[in-house]
């Protein structure tokens, strides 16, 4: 699967991940899935409750507020975003089993990278992201 992410929005994942440090920030990703590929649309910041600096668990709340806007726009939540503080850009085995819908478009952050997979099957596939 092809990612486009914006540019501006590659750049606010970057900086909420730097923001967090040494936590992890997440939130929830809106957007289109059209022809193979997925279009990232827009950012919706999340609360991160876990205790553990080293994972995120998104707040209920700022998860409905998400989709309802992503609705109201006529759009979904197609996938989420978390940071690897000190970490690699790639699925942890935590991501993994905290993941669980097929299709579920996940952006991660650490350093100065921003690398897309997609959940699918049980497992975690790496797409290929690109600027819009």
Known sequence: MRVLLPPDLRAAILSA?????????????????????????ALHPARNLSGLDTRFAIDPADHIAAVKAARGRGRAIIGCYHSHPDGRAAPSPADLAGAGEDGFLWLIAAGDEVAAFVYSGGSFRGCITGAV
């Open 17 to 41: 991940a730097r923001a967090a440090h040494p936590k992890e920030c997440c939130g929830l990703v809106e957007g289109a899935r059209e022809a193979g590929q997925a279009r990232v649309i």
